[in-house]
C-alpha cells in the first residue's frame, strides 16, 4: 500500500479549474518532486494534502485511509511542511526550532546535525540559546541559507513520517542553494517527502518526478526516464525553454 495516494483530484475555483483528474502514489521512504511552471497547480496540490483545502472531486489517502477521516490534529502530526515563505521568529535558536515544544537537547543537535548547521551554532555567541534577528544587537541574523536550513531542521525535530517541501528560491544565493540540493537526500533521510521545485536543478535527487502544466500530470518518472524519453522534462532540463 503507498503511504500516499493522490486520486482523480479536481479542484475548482470558481469557473478556473486548477486540477484537472490528478492521480498519483507515494511510496514509504521515497522523495517525489512535484514541478511545473507558474499556475501549474503545484501550490493547490500542497493546500489539498495539508488539509488546508477541500478537492472538488477525488480524495487523498495517508496509509489507506481517506484524510478527512483523521482529526486534523492527528493528520498534521503526521507532517513536517516547510512553506516557501517559512517564518523564523525573534526568539532562541532552540525555540524557534522546538516549535513551541519542550527542548529536547538531543533531537536539537541531531536535526542540527542533518541540515549541517552544528558548526554554526557553535560560533553563535550563545550557541543554541542565540537569539535570532539582530533587532539592536540582541541576537544575529542568519544568512538565507542558514535560514532555510533551520527551518528544515524544525521540520525535522518534530520527526513527523511525511515532509512537505517548497521550494525556497528567493531566499537562497546560487551556492547555498545549490549546497541545500546536493545534502537533500542526507537531511530528511529515511522520511517520505513531496518537494515542490521550482528550478530544475534540484529534482535530480528525487526517486520520481511529476510534472504538471496547467493542472494535469504530463510526465511522470526519474531523472533518467525522463531525460530518455527527450519530452517536456529533457526539454526544461537541458535549458532548450525555461519554466516560469
Ligand atoms: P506558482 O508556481 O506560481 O506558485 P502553482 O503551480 O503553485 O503556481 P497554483 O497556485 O496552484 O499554481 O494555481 C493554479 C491555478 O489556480 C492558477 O491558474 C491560479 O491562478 C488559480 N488559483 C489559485 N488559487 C486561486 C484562488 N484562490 N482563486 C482563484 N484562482 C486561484
Do not use: W
Not at 542553494?177 to 517527502?193: D, L, P, V
Amino acid at each position: 500500500m503507498a503511504m500516499l495516494e493522490v486520486k482523480d483530484l479536481e479542484v475548482y475555483y470558481g469557473m478556473i479549474q486548477a486540477i484537472k483528474g490528478i492521480s498519483f502514489e507515494v511510496n514509504q521512504g521515497e522523495v517525489i518532486a512535484l514541478i511545473g511552471a507558474n499556475g501549474a497547480g503545484k501550490t493547490t496540490l500542497i493546500k489539498l494534502l495539508c488539509r488546508l483545502y477541500e478537492p472538488t472531486s477525488g480524495y487523498i489517502t495517508l496509509n489507506g485511509i481517506d484524510i478527512r477521516k483523521y482529526s486534523y490534529k492527528e493528520y498534521t502530526q503526521a507532517f513536517s511542511v516547510v512553506f516557501q515563505d517559512f517564518h523564523l521568529f525573534s526568539l532562541p535558536l532552540d525555540e524557534n526550532i522546538a516549535a513551541g515544544t519542550e527542548i529536547d537537547e538531543a533531537a536539537l543537535q541531531s536535526s542540527l546535525a542533518k541540515v549541517g548547521l552544528t558548526e554554526c551554532v557553535q560560533r553563535l555567541p550563545q550557541g543554541t540559546h542565540t537569539r535570532l534577528y539582530n533587532n539592536n544587537g540582541a541576537g544575529v541574523d542568519l544568512s538565507g541559507g542558514e535560514a532555510q536550513r533551520t527551518a528544515i531542521a524544525r521540520a525535522l525535530y518534530k520527526d513527523a513520517p511525511f515532509v512537505i517541501l517548497d521550494e525556497p528560491t528567493a531566499a537562497l544565493d546560487p551556492i547555498a542553494e545549490a549546497e541545500i540540493y546536493e545534502q537533500f537526500s542526507q537531511m530528511i533521510s529515511g522520511k517520505t517527502a513531496v518537494y515542490i521545485s521550482h528550478r530544475m536543478s534540484s529534482c535530480k535527487f528525487c526517486d520520481r518526478i511529476v510534472v504538471l502544466d496547467h493542472g494535469r500530470i504530463i510526465e511522470r518518472g526519474s531523472h533518467e526516464k525522463l531525460i530518455a524519453e527527450k519530452g517536456t522534462y529533457y526539454q526544461l532540463y537541458t535549458g532548450a525553454f525555461e519554466l516560469e
